[in-house]
């Protein structure tokens, strides 16, 4: 068990399904489907909303022994995004680290990439230390209190050294 859970030489994507391609298999689904509109592929996920609220699909992953930092990268496209008041209110993909006890851990992570109002695909990617206590990374594709609608496509996590 032990050595599945060790760090590979190269990175590689500890998602499951990040491109969409077998529907929301993997995510915790709330709020989120899947639609046609894909960046690559034939399937992405899409959040729609008429009325600010939170919502989207999320997926957690265990951090792997000898695991320094996490690279999380994916595509967005938005539509008539309409974010809150507060700055972090958008279409985003976003990264919480939590630990053993299922405690958040390492602080409010800045989001890997925001978006308001009309934007054609475009790739995001933000690196995050991982403090020794972070067990888990929790990736989501959200509407944050936000109203239009967003797709995410082709998510990865990789884990580094």
């Known amino acids: ?3 599945a859970l060790a760090l590979p030489a190269a990175a590689q994507n500890a998602l499951v399904n990040g491109d969409f391609e077998k529907g929301l298999e993997g995510w915790n689904q709330w709020g ?6 894909a960046r690559s592929g ?10 600010p609220a939170w919502a989207g699909v999320s997926q957690v992953v265990a951090v792997p022994e000898g695991a320094k930092s996490v690279r999380v990268s994916g595509w967005l496209e938005s539509e ?10 958008r279409g ?3 990264v919480e680290l939590f630990g053993a006890k299922g405690d958040t851990v390492g602080g409010n992570l800045l989001a890997v990439g925001q978006v308001r109002g009309k934007m054609p695909w475009t790739r995001m990617e933000r690196t995050y230390p991982l403090p020794p206590e972070a067990k888990s990374v929790k990736i989501g594709c959200a509407l944050g209190n936000s109203t239009g609608t967003l797709r995410c496509d082709d998510l990865s996590v990789e884990f580094l050294p």
Do not use: D, F, P
């Open 42 to 51: 034939t399937l992405a996920c899409q959040v729609t909303l008429a009325q």
């Open 92 to 94: 985003r993909i976003s």
């Open 80 to 89: 008539s995004i309409r974010g809150g008041k507060e700055n972090w209110e």
């Open 1 to 3: 068990m032990i050595a």
């Open 32 to 37: 989120g489907r899947t639609t046609t509109q």
